[in-house]
C-alpha cells in the first residue's frame, strides 16, 4: 500500500539550531516525493521535490531507498520557517495523485 | 493570474443542509482535485479530474459529488451535510502530468466549513 508516515507531529527548535522533519514512505514502485510547506495564512505551496535535487530556502531533502525515507533538513533554523510541512508521494505511474503525510508544525523560537 | 480560487471562504451549514463549494482555476490546468485537511489526518484526496468529463474517486469520497463540465471549474457537492464533513477543504490544479514528469500542483486558498 501507498502510505507517507511523518511521526512528529510538533518540532519545536531554537533559531539557528539544526531541524530535521522525518518522512517515511512506502510505495512499491519507483517514488517520487516532495515536500510543501504552508505558512501561517498562506496557501499550500510546494517547497522541493526529489528529482530536482534542489536546495530551497536552505532546505534539502535527500530519497533514501533503502531506508525509504525522505527527510528534510536544514542546518540553521530561521523563525520564519515556522510552518505546517508535508511530505507527498506521487501517487502512481503518469499521474498528479498525491498521498500527504499528516503534516508535521514545526516551530522556530528567537 | 488569479491562479486558484475558492469560495466561499467559511461557511456553516446544518446537519442535512446541502451546498457546492467552488473552485475555478485560470492556468488552463487539466488535472484538479479536492482534499480535506483535518487535524493529525494531513491532507487526504476526496475526487479528482484528469480533464473535463472525466472525474473519479480519491482516498475518502463518500457524502460527496463533482463533476468537470469545463477544464476551469471543479465544484465539490455535499448533498447531506454531516459533522463528520467539519473540515478545511483545498482545491488544487496541475497541467498535464507527462510519464516521466511531474507537474506542481497549485493550491487553492482554502475553505473552513463547518457542520452544525
Known amino acids: 500500500a501507498q502510505r507517507v508516515t511523518q511521526p512528529e507531529k510538533l518540532l519545536s527548535v531554537f533559531k539557528g539550531a539544526p531541524v530535521e522533519l522525518k518522512c517515511n514512505y512506502s510505495y512499491s514502485g519507483s517514488p517520487e516525493l516532495f515536500w510543501y510547506v504552508q505558512y501561517s495564512r498562506q496557501r499550500l505551496q510546494l517547497l522541493l521535490r526529489h528529482i530536482s535535487r534542489e536546495s530551497i530556502k536552505g532546505f534539502t531533502a535527500d530519497l533514501n531507498k533503502g531506508e525509504t525515507s525522505f527527510h528534510l533538513k536544514k542546518p540553521f533554523a530561521q523563525e520564519e520557517d515556522s510552518a505546517m510541512y508535508y511530505c507527498a508521494l506521487r501517487g502512481g505511474w503518469g499521474t498528479d495523485k498525491l498521498i500527504f503525510g499528516t503534516g508535521t508544525r514545526l516551530q522556530v523560537f528567537p | 493570474n488569479a491562479g486558484v480560487t475558492q469560495t466561499p471562504k467559511f461557511q456553516v451549514l446544518k446537519t442535512g443542509q446541502s451546498m457546492t463549494l467552488q473552485c475555478a482555476q485560470d492556468m488552463n490546468h487539466e488535472y484538479m482535485s479536492w482534499y480535506r485537511q483535518d487535524p493529525g489526518m494531513g491532507l487526504r484526496l476526496i475526487h479528482y479530474?484528469?480533464?473535463?468529463?472525466?472525474?473519479d474517486q480519491g482516498e475518502v469520497p463518500n457524502g460527496y459529488n463533482v463533476s468537470r463540465s469545463t477544464t476551469e471549474d471543479f465544484p465539490l457537492r455535499l448533498l447531506s451535510a454531516a459533522p463528520s464533513q467539519t473540515s478545511v477543504y483545498f482545491c488544487a490544479s496541475s497541467g498535464t502530468s507527462g510519464a516521466n514528469s511531474y507537474n506542481e500542483q497549485f493550491f487553492g486558498p482554502g475553505t473552513r466549513l463547518t457542520v452544525l
Open positions: 479530474s484528469v480533464g473535463a468529463g472525466i472525474t
